[in-house]
């Protein structure tokens, strides 16, 4: 019974380990996408006062680069802020930046909707030349509704930060369900009514693919928002990344002075800070790295489609059904084992469909 349950606890340990592991890696992964998007938003903003000067028929192109080293700057400052509880003043600002773009973007594809006085679109989707071209399209779309949940990434070190009582668990569970229900209800909204909106021209993006061009002051508003939110949402995902490289490094060299020691910096009419090297490199080189490959696939849908496809499974699936066998101790080929493992078939599935569309897709732009 003892050798048992030591190796249910061994079990339950590695396959925490590796959860924690690709939790780590798609964090990395994911952190490409605000820097990515945060450009597309900031270019958006000056082409809809381009077009608002010069008209909608205007030549308004900006490139991507210049603002992707911009962003990427902001995120190395941003990145030396030491604990993650540290963060909820931008956590704060990043949810009110969600939410106003949110109400925006379901405002003007109402507007739109009640304007044509008729639903655009219908029930089988954007018409394409070819059946398989539809098949990718629809493979992208999965994936791009994968990632619009990733909470599961930072859900362990979110619930490591708060308080009981109550219970940690318990808290995280209120939290999650009211989380889905909100994010789903806007996600619904604005997929819904800019559908209905624009039909078959619908953009991949709503404020930065100009279905909207009026009022360019609202759509401005509302992509400096989004800039906003995704300055919060680069940290809220590398913040995790940050503590487990400060502890991996603090165990492995204990006595090394670059890993452990601390300087006091002081500048003119600052006050003084500490500094760690290994933060600073570590950081400097998180950061130009995502930066770096933002510059090299600027690509937003696919994009996002293929770190949706590759988290999904592992990280929202699979490991937590392992572990809650685990942990409840269910009988093999019980009732709830088989139905569980039936569900996380068909997910890998799902998951697998939408990272070969995704792929396909990545590699059709970057060759075309």
Request: charged content about 10%; aromatic content about 16%.
């Amino acid at each position: 019974m003892v050798a048992s349950v030591v190796l249910l606890s061994f079990y339950l340990l590695f396959l925490l380990n590796i959860f924690l592991f690709l939790t780590t890696l798609c964090d990395l992964l994911l952190c490409y996408v605000p820097g990515c998007s945060a450009v597309g938003y900031r270019r958006a903003i000056l082409k809809a006062n381009c077009y608002h000067e010069h008209g909608h028929g205007a030549h308004c192109e900006y490139g991507g680069s210049y603002y992707m080293l911009i962003f990427g700057g902001a995120q190395l400052l941003l990145s030396f802020i030491p604990e993650f509880h540290d963060m909820a003043w931008l956590s704060i600002v990043a949810a009110v930046m969600s939410f106003s773009y949110s109400f925006i973007g379901i405002g003007l594809g109402l507007a739109t909707t009640i304007a044509n006085g008729t639903i655009k679109g219908s029930i089988t989707g954007v018409r394409m030349r070819t059946p398989m071209q539809k098949v990718w399209r629809v493979s992208q779309a999965v994936g791009d509704i994968a990632f619009s949940y990733p909470y599961s990434l930072i859900l362990l070190e979110i619930q490591d930060t708060l308080k009981s009582p109550p219970a940690e668990n318990k808290t995280m569970k209120r939290a999650s369900i009211g989380s889905i229900l909100v994010t789903t209800f806007f996600y619904l909204c604005c997929g819904c009514f800019g559908y209905a909106a624009f039909g078959s021209d619908s953009p991949g993006n709503l404020l930065t693919g100009f279905g909207f061009y009026e009022p360019y002051w609202l759509i401005d508003f509302a992509n400096a928002c989004i800039i906003l939110h995704l300055l919060g949402g680069y940290q809220v995902y590398s913040q995790p990344i940050f503590q487990f490289a400060d502890r991996f490094f603090a165990e492995r060299f204990p006595d090394s002075g670059f890993v452990n020691d601390f300087h006091t910096v002081r500048v003119a009419c600052l006050p003084a800070c500490r500094v760690n090297l290994l933060r600073v490199c570590f950081r400097a080189l998180y950061v130009a790295s995502t930066t770096a490959v933002a510059v090299a696939f600027p690509y937003f849908n696919e994009v996002l489609a293929l770190l949706g496809a590759l988290n999904f499974w592992p990280l929202a699936i699979y490991f937590p059904v392992e572990m809650y066998f685990v942990q409840r101790n269910v009988p093999r080929w019980s009732t709830r084992w088989v139905v569980l493992q039936t569900f996380s078939v068909v997910c890998l599935l799902v998951s697998t469909f939408a990272l070969v569309g995704s792929i396909e897709g990545l590699i059709t732009q970057k060759l075309g």
